[in-house]
């Protein structure tokens, strides 16, 4: 059993790499990245998870427990550090929306009180 608590050691040194490098890599803004990364953890915790539940809870040592907790936290910072940027970016779409639509507005209106668009009001042009 010595062969799969060593096995679970290795699985939980690159949990924390792919942790890391997740963090890393939301820092960067690298998303693409973020979805491979994804994938490895799904991998690894499900290996972890076939290697654990065939020890004893006496071969669960408290330092390994006590790493699955850490890398656990640094997991959840990054989903909640992943979901703030999410929604930072749909609301400054909404935002962007929002004056986009003002811009087209004219100011002026029509009989029925109907705003005027005008649809070249937030278009760059050149003049030669």
Do not use: H
């Not at 809870?57 to 999410?86: C, F, G, Y």
């Amino acid at each position: 059993m010595k062969n799969q608590v060593d096995k679970l050691k290795a699985i939980l040194l690159d949990l924390s790499k792919v942790t890391e490098t997740e963090r890393s890599a939301i820092a960067r803004r690298a998303f693409d990245e973020i979805a491979k990364l994804t994938s490895q953890k799904e991998s690894l915790l499900t290996q972890f998870d076939e290697i654990a539940s065939s020890l004893t809870s006496k071969e669960l040592t408290d330092q390994l427990i006590t790493e699955l907790d850490s890398i656990r936290m640094r997991a959840e910072e990054n989903a909640k550090i992943l979901k703030s940027t999410a929604t930072g970016a749909k609301e400054a779409r909404q935002r962007l929306k929002k004056i986009r639509e003002a811009d087209l507005n004219t100011g002026a209106y029509g009989a029925n009180g109907t705003a005027l668009r005008n649809p070249n009001a937030s278009t760059i042009t050149t003049k030669a």
